[in-house]
């Protein structure tokens, strides 16, 4: 039953997140209507079917193209309908709301757990928007961020977990590590909306599972910058997007950070 709703749960994740392409390219190119309007070809600005805007299966279908004027259409379209798909799942199984059997016809919702859900998609949604908009753009911009802010001081406060200490002390060191970063490099290393990025991360992690994102996050970051470095396909003076390490780090610190905790706690002990 519950892979059955994570199937269901990822399709619409996909749809979120073809959405979300939706609004990063418009919030880009200052088009009004972000929320309205049709779809259109970025190319020949056609209007879109309802056929050619089906999550993944559209974009496979056509070959990645557009089906009027044959352009290709970048991959990180899908990659940002998949990825937030295999969010919305994954957010199910840390937080599996509904209780069934395969024989029971209506299923039993745990209203907390939906509550923890919910917050923790939309909050993702947020992060996704930022993981790409800084891919493609090199740029963190604030509606994103303040949304995700907005999202979860409302959610803390609703449901008292982290406690309102955990989540203050995470938003001043998150924003404090990157604001010391900022002074000392001058706008080298990071950016304001690093800062943002860092008091994001604060509030919706709590410190303790802050200081795990972060490590995963510059964890992720020098492999993967090693290896651009190994290839040859960076220098080292090459500018690489850190939002999405940042972002990266955030969202596997919420599906697994308490085990992350517990298994180095756990190491320590036996050391």
């Given at each position: 039953?519950?892979?059955?709703?994570?199937?269901?749960?990822?399709?619409?994740?996909?749809?979120?997140?073809?959405?979300?392409?939706?609004?990063?390219?418009?919030?880009?190119?200052?088009?009004?209507?972000?929320?309205?309007?049709?779809?259109?070809?970025?190319?020949?600005?056609?209007?879109?079917?309802?056929?050619?805007?089906?999550?993944?299966?559209?974009?496979?279908?056509?070959?990645?193209?557009?089906?009027?004027?044959?352009?290709?259409?970048?991959?990180?379209?899908?990659?940002?309908?998949?990825?937030?798909?295999?969010?919305?799942?994954?957010?199910?199984?840390?937080?599996?709301?509904?209780?069934?059997?395969?024989?029971?016809?209506?299923?039993?919702?745990?209203?907390?757990?939906?509550?923890?859900?919910?917050?923790?998609?939309?909050?993702?949604l947020s992060l996704v928007a930022i993981f790409f908009y800084d891919l493609l753009y090199q740029e963190i911009p604030d509606i994103f961020t303040y949304t995700g802010i907005l999202i979860a001081l409302v959610g803390n406060l609703i449901s008292g977990n982290p406690l309102p200490q955990n989540y203050i002390t995470g938003?001043?060191?998150?924003?404090?590590?990157?604001?010391?970063?900022?002074?000392?490099?001058?706008?080298?290393?990071?950016?304001?909306?690093?800062?943002?990025?860092?008091?994001?991360?604060?509030?919706?992690?709590?410190?303790?599972?802050?200081?795990?994102?972060?490590?995963?996050?510059?964890?992720?970051?020098?492999?993967?910058?090693?290896?651009?470095?190994?290839?040859?396909?960076?220098?080292?003076?090459?500018?690489?997007?850190?939002?999405?390490?940042?972002?990266?780090?955030?969202?596997?610190?919420?599906?697994?950070?308490?085990?992350?905790?517990?298994?180095?706690?756990?190491?320590?002990?036996?050391?």
């Amino acid at each position: 039953m519950n892979i059955f709703i994570g199937v269901i749960l990822f399709y619409l994740g996909a749809g979120l997140g073809s959405f979300l392409s939706v609004v990063i390219y418009r919030t880009r190119h200052e088009i009004s209507g972000i929320f309205l309007g049709r779809s259109q070809c970025t190319h020949c600005k056609k209007n879109l079917m309802a056929i050619d805007l089906i999550p993944i299966v559209s974009y496979i279908g056509l070959g990645g193209r557009c089906r009027y004027c044959k352009a290709k259409i970048s991959p990180l379209y899908i990659w940002i309908e998949i990825i937030s798909g295999l969010v919305c799942t994954l957010l199910y199984f840390k937080f599996p709301f509904l209780n069934a059997e395969l024989s029971t016809i209506l299923p039993m919702v745990d209203t907390s757990l939906l509550f923890d859900f919910i917050r923790y998609e939309l909050i993702s949604l947020s992060l996704v928007a930022i993981f790409f908009y800084d891919l493609l753009y090199q740029e963190i911009p604030d509606i994103f961020t303040y949304t995700g802010i907005l999202i979860a001081l409302v959610g803390n406060l609703i449901s008292g977990n982290p406690l309102p200490q955990n989540y203050i002390t995470g938003a001043a060191f998150g924003a404090l590590f990157f604001e010391v970063q900022l002074l000392i490099s001058k706008g080298r290393w990071v950016g304001t909306g690093d800062v943002i990025l860092g008091l994001l991360m604060g509030i919706v992690l709590g410190w303790e599972k802050l200081i795990v994102g972060l490590f995963v996050a510059y964890f992720i970051g020098a492999v993967f910058s090693i290896g651009l470095l190994i290839t040859k396909k960076a220098s080292g003076g090459s500018k690489i997007p850190f939002a999405p390490f940042l972002v990266t780090g955030t969202i596997l610190s919420v599906l697994f950070g308490s085990q992350m905790i517990d298994w180095y706690i756990k190491v320590l002990l036996q050391a």
